[in-house]
């Protein structure tokens, strides 16, 4: 599959939506965005690699992970909290870039985030909303490289599904 990846911005509500159609059923999407095990094998652009240290997916658990270089000499922590799930069909979350502890970065913005799964015709799909505090937040991680990092992990999930 193309990676057909739609990345918008709404500026005035400081919200970058990503939507993703993949040729796998709801269930193995769901479970590639929410059992550690399968995350590790995509989330992170390559050349580098997502290593979790610990994940408990229920409402008010967390994911502490890290994205490693292929060098491995570089490490960046980030830890995602768990809002509110509705198994098959949505989670919200708050994304920190932390250290390995889990202490959140305060030089980094949050990330508030909706994670939509919707079946297809041809497999399923996932909206997601991420939204920010203010401007400079939003203009931050869009600075650093989201879009292309997010796109690229994306395309790696496809090659999973495809393996």
């Known amino acids: 599959m193309t990676n057909n990846t739609i990345i918008t911005k709404d500026l005035p509500n400081r919200k970058i939506n990503v939507t993703r ?18 995350l590790d094998q995509w989330w992170a652009p390559r050349p580098w690699r997502a ?27 980030c830890k995602v909290s768990f809002h509110t799930i509705v198994p098959g069909q949505s989670f919200t979350s708050t994304a920190n870039f932390c250290d390995e502890d889990g202490n959140i970065n305060e030089d ?8 939509k799964f919707e079946a297809t015709a041809t497999g399923a799909q996932v909206v997601v909303d991420i939204s920010f505090d203010n401007d400079a ?27």
């Open 51 to 77: 290593e979790t240290k610990t994940m408990n997916f229920t409402e008010g658990g967390y994911w502490l992970y890290c994205m490693i270089s292929p060098e491995g000499d570089q490490k960046a922590w």
């Open 21 to 38: 159609p993949f040729a796998a059923t709801v269930d193995k999407v769901w479970k590639a965005f929410t059992d550690s095990t399968v």
């Open 108 to 115: 980094f913005p949050a990330m508030h985030w909706l994670v």
């Open 137 to 163: 937040d939003m203009n931050k991680i869009v600075e650093m490289g989201f879009e292309g990092g997010f796109t690229m992990a994306l395309g790696n999930l496809d090659e999973l599904f495809a393996a």
